[in-house]
C-alpha cells in the first residue's frame, strides 16, 4: 500500500518571505499523481497544485511551485512571497492511476503560521 | 463553477436522534464522496459514487448511509451515532473516476458534527 509522509507537523515563516514544505511518499508503482491541498481555518479544502507523474517538468501555480523528484520519491512545496492568507493545514494527497476508486491517501499534513 | 455546497454547516444531535447532511455540485461531476476528518487530521474516505451508483464502501458502520438521488446530490442519513462519530464530514466531487485532468475532486466547505 502506498503511504504519504510529512515530516513537518508545524513550519512558521514570515510574511512575504517563503518556505518549502515537504512531502516524501513509498510506492511501487510508476504511474500515479500528487496533490498539494490546503485547509485553512475555516474547513474547506482547497486544491493547491497538482503533478502528473509522467511529467518531468515541476508544477507551478503563481506563487506555489513543486519540486518533484520521482527518484527520491519527494514532491515538496515551495510558496512564494508568503501571504497571511496563507496560514493553513497543508495535505500532500497520492492518488494511484491503476487502482479503481480515485483515492486520495493524505499524508497527516503540516501546519503553517505566517507572521506579520 | 468549481463549487460543492454542503448543508447544514453545523450539527447537533443525540444518539437516538435521525438526522440527515446534504452535499449539492452543479458543476457536471459523475463521481462524489463522503470523509469524515477529526479535527488536525487527513480526511478518511467513507463512501463513494459514481454516476449515482455506490462504488465505494470503506467498511463504515451502518449507522451511516449514503443516498444519491440524482447526479447533483449526495445524502448521508445518520442514526444512532456514538459521541466518536463527531468530526467534520466533508463532500466533494470529481468529474469521474477515471484517471488524467478528470479526477480532481473539489471539496465542500464540510459539516461540523456533534453527537451528544
Known amino acids: 500500500a502506498q503511504t504519504v509522509t510529512q515530516s513537518q507537523p508545524e513550519m512558521s515563516v514570515q510574511e512575504a518571505e517563503t518556505v518549502t514544505l515537504s512531502c516524501t511518499y513509498d510506492?511501487?508503482?510508476?504511474?500515479?499523481?500528487l496533490f498539494w491541498y490546503k485547509q485553512p481555518p475555516s474547513r474547506q479544502m482547497i486544491l493547491v497544485i497538482r503533478q502528473e507523474a509522467y511529467k518531468q517538468q515541476n508544477a507551478t501555480e503563481n506563487r506555489f511551485s513543486v519540486n518533484f523528484q520521482k527518484a527520491a520519491k519527494s514532491f515538496s512545496l515551495k510558496i512564494s512571497d508568503s501571504q497571511l492568507g496563507d496560514a493553513a493545514m497543508y495535505f500532500c494527497?497520492?492518488?494511484?492511476?491503476?487502482?479503481?476508486?480515485?483515492?486520495?491517501?493524505f499524508g497527516a499534513g503540516t501546519i503553517l503560521r505566517v507572521k506579520s | 463553477d468549481t463549487e460543492v455546497t454542503q448543508t447544514p454547516k453545523h450539527l447537533v444531535m443525540g444518539m437516538t436522534n435521525k438526522k440527515s447532511l446534504k452535499c449539492e455540485q452543479h458543476?457536471?461531476?459523475?463521481?462524489m464522496y463522503w470523509y469524515k476528518q477529526k479535527a488536525k487530521k487527513p480526511p478518511e474516505l467513507m463512501f463513494v459514487y459514481s454516476y449515482e451508483k455506490l462504488s465505494i464502501n470503506e467498511s463504515v458502520p451502518s449507522r451511516f448511509s449514503p443516498e444519491c438521488p440524482n447526479s447533483s446530490l449526495l445524502n448521508l442519513h445518520l442514526h444512532a451515532l456514538q459521541p466518536e462519530d463527531s468530526a467534520l464530514y466533508l463532500c466533494a466531487s470529481s468529474q469521474t473516476l477515471a484517471g488524467g485532468n478528470v479526477d480532481t475532486q473539489y471539496f465542500g466547505p464540510g459539516t461540523r458534527l456533534t453527537v451528544l
Open positions: 510506492t511501487s508503482e510508476s504511474d500515479y499523481y
Open positions: 494527497a497520492y492518488r494511484s492511476a491503476r487502482e479503481y476508486g480515485n483515492k486520495l491517501v
Open positions: 458543476m457536471g461531476h459523475r463521481a
